[in-house]
């Protein structure tokens, strides 16, 4: 390997395993079309990797950042948490429950459901909807 290159890089990225991980994460996206930030040299993809790295012209943070990224296959997403509802109260601000003291939900029936839908208005047209 270029040997130069690598103790340039060495106080760049100090562990030379991690050096190997990210010269050959960024040679491989070379490989795969992405520009170079420095001029080739008519040097294979890796040894222009390791030039890059070792003159800052690709930041080892961001290399790493992104290699961590290409081999995730699952990536957790943050969920919003769930709002409790507040529970059904009567007037007199006690919850809603029947004789044995559990909380009574409202029931609708089909055609109470379909009752509600044919009292729904369409909203009314704007000048807008028409262009």
């Known amino acids: 390997m270029a ?13 030379r395993f991690d ?3 990210l010269a050959s994460h960024r040679a491989r996206l070379i490989a795969a079309g992405q520009p170079i930030t420095v001029a080739r040299d008519n040097d294979k993809n890796p040894v ?3 030039r890059e790295i070792a003159e800052t012209t690709m930041q ?3 290399l790493m ?3 961590i990224h290409s081999l995730q296959k699952h990536v957790e997403v943050d969920e919003p948490e769930l709002e409790t509802v507040p529970a059904l109260t009567t007037q007199n601000g006690e919850p809603v429950s ?8 409202d029931r609708m029936t089909e055609e109470d459901l379909l009752r509600g839908l044919e009292g729904l208005v369409p909203p009314a047209e704007t000048e ?3 262009e």
């Open 65 to 67: 950042e992104d290699l």
């Open 3 to 15: 040997r130069v290159t690598v103790e340039d890089c060495i106080d760049k990225v100090e562990n």
């Open 19 to 21: 050096l190997v991980l």
């Open 60 to 62: 080892p943070e961001d």
């Open 98 to 105: 029947d004789a044995s003291g559990e909380v009574q939900f």
């Open 48 to 50: 222009v990797s390791l």
């Open 128 to 130: 807008d909807d028409g």
